[in-house]
């Protein structure tokens, strides 16, 4: 520790000059002698002392311990007393000085050296735990939470300045009351009162430090005030609970702002999944029918009813309802409802914005009284469906019983769900009109494909029936003309017999990559296994193949395609792959085929070969996509190719996301 500076307040020199000299022997300065208390202070700003000696009795007679009665007042700086016998009377004296210390004349170095150590010690840890309560005091009172403490038995020892705004308790009142008179909190649910310090004061408390709850706290007025409370039991050594510190806060604005952004969310949710019904394959009706449930669930309303212009009948007709009446008894729909352009006219805005009636009551030119008598519709919202400024419908929803007012936000959120209705009747004409020109498409291309394998058939049975016997014929004469002539003849006609039966085999390979006939006589399996095995005798690339047991007799066409896929994707891996193994699989699942062709060759780049229809993936893609199904091609350089396609059993063209979400763009 270094060097004291000390002030001695005595009015004896010798004394004086004897503590001096021994203080000095101990590594501590005598930085200036007192006579009295009075001038003692007047020295402490320029001697700054970090400690004072006091005589409890001078020579003159005065008393040591009323100056340091004085100084103890002036500031905060240890005292020790200089007595010649510290009895009982005089410790009792000096004790409300907050003495640090007594050294016993005559003077022992040893004692004198201990006791100012200690005082020093002690007043800097003191200093420096006053300092720390100071900043925790600090924190606590400038922290926007209100924090309460109490002691073991529930009594309040300190409240910061939040605390008392929310409670309303000054902290002076309320040191030493009872948590539940300062904090009076009801549960939210249930609405029983609760008694934190009593909750938490049990066997389990030291065990739930951290703990968060939710209640109301019942303010001055009345009135509940929600609050967040966190809650820290304080341990002391030997894990004894000895108090509890609660933080809480008003979450009346966080509650406010979350249901705000609830509501903010749910509306944009709403237009959301309205945009994205308009963007699925639904029927019209469907999305109409999706608008009005959303509209009464985003705005709480009871009806939601949409009405559409039809220029045959020049009428707006109710195209969509839905309605929602609670625990109300069941209503009987009302049949359609119909008006006229110019009835339209009579209450809607020139401008052809949003608006509300919020008491329907006071409108008598409403064309649809009876159904809002019905339902006891009191409040409606509009919103027109306006398309090249002309308008061509209306969006409506309707509150029952009580008047209300719906906000310019509401207002805005009923338009934009207009607008997406507008959207969807915009665009109606032109979904079907694409759909049934990619269905008519799809048939011809399908009808051409099947043109083709007619043709095919034709072909190769020709070949096979006609070109080959007539084959098979000339070879029979040739050998018939063989046995008649002479050596010379014989030598030439054999020639001409060898190119005759390479012609013969030719042919039949023509015939047989048109189109074999098993395929249509034994089905899928048996003429893969055969085209496997001369497409092994032909490329020296062994076919290791695998099908579900299940497989029989499928769709003609899905045959085909899948046939004309795998041969397709069989010439490439001998073109193009390098390897000597390729994997063929067949599975069916959920009324689908699935098929893959997977090698581990040189891969290539598919980024581009699936867009071009000339191109053999292309054409494996098209036909794919004839029969409702989908194709995806995955490679990647010097690691291998994956040809994977689902061809659908049934009628019902597979999804393209949905083929996604099973796998099918895997690698």
């Known amino acids: 520790m270094p060097p004291a500076r000390i002030l001695v307040i005595d009015d004896d020199p010798l004394a004086i000059r004897e503590l001096q000299s021994r203080l000095s022997k101990l590594g501590h300065e005598i930085v200036g002698t007192a006579a009295d208390s009075g001038e003692a202070v007047s020295q402490f700003d320029k001697l700054k002392p970090d400690l004072i000696l006091i005589s409890t009795k001078h020579r003159s007679g005065s008393d040591g311990i009323k100056e340091g009665r004085f100084i103890h007042a002036q500031s905060n700086i240890p005292i020790i007393y200089i007595t010649t016998h510290a009895s ?41 735990l006053q300092e720390s309560r100071q ?65 938490i004061f049990d066997v389990r408390g030291k065990n739930r430090s951290g703990d968060e709850i939710e209640a109301l706290l019942i303010s001055n007025d009345g009135s509940d005030i929600p609050l967040e409370i966190n809650f820290n039991p304080i341990i002391d050594q030997e894990n004894n609970l000895q108090g509890l510190v609660l933080a809480f806060r008003d979450i009346t604005s966080r509650r406010k702002t979350i249901n705000q952004l609830k509501q903010q969310t749910s509306r944009a949710e709403a237009l959301v999944k309205v945009a994205e019904q308009l963007n699925s394959r639904l029927d019209f009706n469907v999305v109409l029918d999706i608008v009005c449930t959303v509209t009464n669930q985003v705005f709480n309303t009871s009806v939601t009813m949409i009405f559409l212009y039809d220029p045959k009948t020049n009428l707006f007709r109710d195209m969509a309802r839905k309605v929602n009446l609670g625990n109300s008894q069941t209503t009987p729909d009302p049949a359609n409802i119909t008006f006229d352009r110019d009835t339209l006219q009579a209450f809607l805005p020139d401008d052809k914005s949003g608006f509300c009636i919020p008491d329907v009551r006071v409108r008598r030119d409403l064309p649809f009284r009876h159904v809002l ?54 665009n109606a004409s032109m979904f079907e009109q694409v759909r049934k020109g990619r269905e008519r498409q799809r048939e011809l291309a399908k009808g051409l494909v099947d043109i083709q394998e007619s043709e095919r058939r034709h072909i190769a049975r020709e070949l096979h029936d006609h070109l080959g016997q007539a084959l098979t014929g000339l070879q029979f004469m040739l050998e018939s003309l063989k046995n008649k002539a002479s050596d010379a003849q014989r030598q030439e006609l054999e020639d001409t017999q060898l190119f005759v039966r390479d012609i013969i085999e030719k042919v039949r390979e023509m015939s047989l990559n048109l189109r074999p006939s098993m395929l249509d006589d ?52 001998a073109r193009y792959a390098q390897v000597r193994d390729v994997f063929i699989g067949l599975a069916l699942q959920n009324n689908t085929l699935w098929v893959e062709v997977l090698d581990y060759g040189k891969g290539f780049d598919a980024s581009g070969g699936l867009g071009k229809p000339t191109t053999g993936l292309g054409g494996m893609r098209e036909r794919a996509d004839l029969v409702g199904g989908y194709l995806a091609v995955n490679s990647y350089i010097n690691q291998g190719t994956q040809v994977l396609a689902a061809l659908p059993l049934t009628n019902k063209p597979l999804e393209r996301r949905k083929s996604d979400r099973n796998g099918l763009s895997g690698g």
């Open 88 to 128: 009982q009377t005089t410790i009792r004296r000096a004790s409300s000085t907050g003495p640090f210390g007594y050294i016993i004349k005559p003077y022992d170095d040893s004692q004198l050296f201990a006791t100012i150590e200690i005082a020093l010690t002690r007043h800097r840890l003191e200093s420096q």
């Open 135 to 199: 900043w925790l005091n600090g924190v606590l009172m400038s922290i926007d939470d209100g924090v309460i403490a109490v002691d073991k038995a529930g009594s309040v020892r300190f409240v910061n300045s939040k605390a008392e705004a929310i409670s309303g308790w000054k902290e002076a009142d309320a040191i030493g009351r009872k948590l539940f008179e300062i904090l009076p909190l009801r549960n939210e649910a249930s609405g029983e009162l609760l008694d934190l310090s009593s909750e």
């Open 373 to 426: 008598r019905l339902f006891k519709i009191r409040s409606l919202a509009f919103a027109p469906l306006v398309r090249n400024q002309g308008v061509i419908g209306l969006l409506i929803c309707g509150s029952k019983d009580d008047i209300r007012y719906f906000s310019p936000d509401e207002l805005d959120l009923l338009k934009g769900l207009a607008n997406h209705v507008t959207i969807a009747v915009s």
């Open 522 to 573: 034994l089905g899928l399996i048996p003429t893969l296994k055969w085209h496997f095995e001369r497409y092994t005798s032909q490329t020296d690339i062994k076919v290791h193949f695998q099908s579900d047991e299940v497989l029989s007799r499928l769709p003609a066409e899905i045959e085909t395609v899948a046939y004309r896929i795998i041969q397709e994707a069989l010439t490439n891996v």
